[in-house]
């Protein structure tokens, strides 16, 4: 089963256990997205078609993710070397740099709403931001 299929509660308790994964890297990777799920909903307030699409397009990469975070870090946990190493350090850059696209993405629809839709895309940007400093650091942290 994928973390995305899990119910929250389960989430939550799996990421609470004393295991090697899921932890950070999935939580980082769901919180961005969870901002770009904020971010399509005050995309489609906005009108914003092309943000609406790439909105949906980020969070499920990001699902995807948080996924491999998981088994990345397994594996390397299992077996320390270079290629294990190598893949617990670019899942998280691409974490943040799906965040960092994010937080642009959240601020452009930002602009574009007078509603209170606009603590939406507040809250994706402040979101992803975070999301992207955590990655960034456990990139740092794994290398």
């Given at each position: ?72 870090y ?31 993405l959240a ?37």
């Amino acid at each position: 089963m994928t973390l995305s299929e899990q119910r929250v509660g389960d989430l939550l308790a799996a990421l609470g256990e004393r295991t090697p994964a899921p932890a950070s890297g999935v939580a980082t990777a769901l919180t961005a997205a969870l901002a770009a799920a904020l971010v399509e909903l005050a995309g489609r307030f906005a009108e914003d078609e092309p943000s609406v699409v790439r909105a949906k397009a980020l969070w499920s990469r990001l699902s995807e993710l948080a996924d491999e975070d998981a088994v990345a870090y397994t594996a390397f946990m299992a077996e320390r070397n270079a290629e294990t190493r190598a893949r617990i350090i670019a899942v998280p850059e691409e974490i943040a740099a799906c965040a960092d696209e994010i937080a642009a993405l959240a601020e452009h629809v930002r602009g574009k709403l007078q509603s209170s839709v606009a603590g939406d895309a507040e809250a994706a940007t402040e979101l992803a931001r975070a999301a992207a400093t955590v990655a960034r650091r456990l990139a740092e942290l794994n290398g």
